[in-house]
């Protein structure tokens, strides 16, 4: 095993001086921003710091290209616009900045609800979302009264043009929207539709208001009651745990290019590492050859064993064989190949594999998803899977999107529990559990 370090003035020139020296067979370990310091450091850029493995015994550098193990996050040099509302009554509707001050209102409830086994999620954008001037239609209560002065009226061409908001004087100010809830359900469901949370999701979160909004009228009791609505819908998070008296097997399905195989190394390093758990890895994924030379390169790396079957027939001989040769392993990570949920055969042949053990080995399945895919193709892939087994949802590319509500529509599409999230491509770092808490504060525009 080699493992060397390579600098350069961008991650592209470090980059390319791994694939000088170690071809593509190098496995990208982690990237790292490495900042000027002293005095001078005004005068400096910033460099790139790329840690890279490779194996020394052979492999040959076509089998082991791995294009794609870094992946590039997405620039987005647009400027997200804040607008205004027109003031109601004598009284100007004070929101701070499209929700964003939802972090003051919910600073208290935080200490309550958040738990010691959660990880700290943190948000992927610091500006609020752009708020657009669009009707919900979800029907106001009866007794809401119209706003006293009109709405800006929307533009005819193609878009609508951002409603502007008064900026709060200051953050101590009192929240406060008088009798007018149908503006604060307003700027709701824009907010909320500019995170790509799903209209029929946004109803179902506002029906359950409908008792809160029909008896108080203070902004922090509505964001407070919205914030618990969507945390209660998004559940407790699952984990995987290791096995007691045998090994508990755990399957990672999902589609190509989601980042299963990275996804395998993050968990199974922080077993091993962090929890001196024993760890097992088997692949099922001979179609990519890349694949399976990946994993290995992380297994050598960790010091676990690693196996690679044909086929779903070979699953149960090698689980037991595996456990009996590393004397009792905690837990196996087994990863699938990828298709296409278009593909009748191989969905036929990941059906087979998750249900190869039987009664013999306690097993999960966790469907490992791209939160930068779109939410009809999601939709295609979770009708796949759930045609032949219950799951957990994984997360991956989070550092790639700011809109996250397709965490929130699948969770409420699959009723599937929540799982873990990937924020990079570092092993063993860039994973964390959700933390529905500072999810839910993010789709509401806080930071």
Known sequence: ?????????????????????????????????????????FFKSSTYEVTAAVEDDGFSKEALDFANVASETEENNSEEKIGTFDAVADDAL????????????????????????????????GSAPRAKLIEPTYSKPAFVKAPVKPEPEEETTVGRTPVEMPIAASHSEKLSIDNDNHVFVKMLYNVLLDNEVQEKYINQVLDDMDKV???????????????????????????????????KVIFFI?????GKTTTIAKIASKFKVEE?????????????????NQLQTYANILGVPLNVIYSSDELLDTVKKQNRECQDLDV??????????????????????????????????YLVLSATTKHKDLIDIADTYMEFTKFNLI????????????????????????????????????????????????LLGGN
Do not use: W
């Not at 701070?96 to 999620?121: H, I, P, R, W, Y």
């Open 1 to 41: 095993m080699v493992i060397n370090k390579y600098t350069g003035k961008t991650e592209e020139e470090a980059m390319s001086k791994v694939r000088e020296e170690l071809g593509n067979a190098a496995v990208i370990m982690n990237v790292k921003v490495i900042k000027p310091k002293g005095l001078r450091s």
């Open 94 to 125: 004070i929101l701070k900045d499209a929700f964003s001050a939802v972090n003051e209102v919910l600073e208290k409830q935080e200490g309550d609800t958040m738990t010691s086994n959660q990880v700290e999620f943190e948000p992927l954008s």
């Open 213 to 247: 909004l029909q008896t108080s009228h203070s902004l922090d009791n509505l964001l407070s009651s919205v914030y618990q609505k969507m945390v209660l819908k998004l559940g407790t998070p699952t984990r995987i745990v290791a096995g007691e008296k045998k090994p």
């Open 254 to 258: 999902g589609p190509t290019g989601v």
């Open 276 to 292: 001196g758990k024993k760890v097992g890895l088997i692949t099922a994924d001979t179609f990519r050859m890349a694949a399976a």
């Open 332 to 365: 196996i990570l087994v990863d699938t190949i990828g298709f296409s949920h278009k593909n009748q055969d191989q969905k036929n042949d990941t059906k087979k594999l998750v249900n190869a053990l039987g009664e013999f080995y306690d097993s999960e399945v």
């Open 395 to 442: 997360f991956t590319k989070l550092d790639e999107t700011k809109c996250l509500g397709n965490i929130f529509n699948l969770k409420l599409y699959t009723g599937a529990p929540l799982s873990y999230i990937t924020t990079g491509q570092n092993v063993p770092d860039d994973i964390e559990i959700v933390n529905a808490q500072k999810l839910v504060k993010q």
